[in-house]
């Protein structure tokens, strides 16, 4: 074991973490200033719950390539990637140039352009499932849309979901609690669990309208689904005649047609959003035509969509942009790879010092947990202590790594080798210095 100050015996978690929170006060007066600011027009200074972290969040000045730069001049190499939206980082001039010229056709045009058909085209021959899509302004009307629409195509008004997953504001059954969730019928399931899951399945297959899962928990964990557990929703959605979403999110980033081409499994409907709009506002929904082709406004009887800025000229070229010249299908196989390495490294470097932490994930999308325990859906990742995920925070921060609260680290296009190693290098000083507490 490395000589660390941790073998000091009054240095515990929560010595170690107020001395962290001290530090990092000291370090950003300007933030904490803008953060005092905030408060007085907004509750607690915020716009969104994740973005808080005591003291106060860092005010973000600029981005370049995949840095950051806070008010206080503090640079970081970016592995928050905006919960994964930011995957071509803060400066792709395929992006830039896309956004200047939808900028120079006028940008509030009030009827459809050329650009959602080739945006929707793009998609539908990317991801399986797509027979038809739809856009939204994010992923959480996404998942509105793609549910109401199963309720009302189903005539059934049951939603299986799992416990601890995060579908969007108000679809959140996880940290934030559920009390500002939409009133559908819920039943909650667990993540991975085969039995359980089929016999909910069983229990409630005459009211079951949808079943919404994320095939890997993102803000739940990054804990992957098993194959065979997805394999069995799908049969079970078969039998039942229930509609199997996938909310690929985040996860469409994990590999050229998401996660359902990974897995060779195609639900029956999927929701994106985040990186898809090229770091603009975005969401989509989509699959089966049998569903799809309700929206269609020449039939009688029509399902209803409307969104002011579901087809916006910028989020729509810049998605074409981003989806046809920048993440490829080759680019996405290569983050990926890229990810998976990057996740090796860092577990190689908790065995090397035998700690009970671990880092799960998939391709490009990771996350810290201080326990060694297996975690097989988002609603374990709660017994880990939350001082030693906001001491991981404050401590990546301090040596220049941003990463996002929940100690998710997430890779983005103009990441390299000197990003991984410089990462891997602050990961190792992390758990030497700290290693004993966690
Ligand atoms: C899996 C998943 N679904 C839906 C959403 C909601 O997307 P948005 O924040 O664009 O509303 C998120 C956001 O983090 C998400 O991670």
Known sequence: MPDTQVERTN??????????????????PTSAGLYEQACRAMPGGNTRTVLYYPPFPVSLARGDGCYVEDADGHRYADFVVEQTAGIYGHSEPAIQRAISSALAQGITLGGPTPRE???????????????????????TEANLMALSAARAFTGRTGILAFEGSYHGSVLSFGAYGNRMNVPFEWVMGRYNDMEGTRELIEEHRDSLAAIIIEPMTGSGGCIPAER??????RDAADEHGILLQFDEVMTSRLGPGGLQKEHGITP???????????????????????V?????????????????????????????AGMSEVFTEQAAVEINAEGDLLRQRLNGAIEA????????????MMMFHPTADELTGPADTDA?????????HLEMMARAHYVSRRGMMVLSLPMGPDEFDGLTAAFEDILDTYGALF
């Open 353 to 364: 010092r035998n700690l009970p932490v671990q880092v799960t994930g998939c391709g490009s």
């Open 11 to 28: 240095f515990d978690l929560t010595a170690a973490l107020e001395d962290a929170e001290a530090r990092f006060a000291e370090a950003n």
């Open 384 to 392: 880990a202590p939350k001082e030693a995920r906001a001491l991981f």
């Open 292 to 320: 799809m082709s309700r929206f269609d406004p020449r039939e009688a009887g029509h399902f209803g969509h409307a969104g002011t800025f579901n087809n916006n000229v910028l989020t729509m070229q810049a998605a074409i």
């Open 268 to 290: 029956d409907m999927t929701s994106f959003g985040k990186y898809i709009g090229g770091g603009l506002t975005f969401g989509a929904f989509g699959g089966k035509a049998e």
């Open 228 to 233: 065979e557990f997805l394999q069995m929703l």
């Open 117 to 139: 058909g080739r945006l929707a085209e793009i998609m539908c021959e990317r991801f399986p499932s797509l027979d038809m899509v739809r856009f939204t302004n994010s992923g």
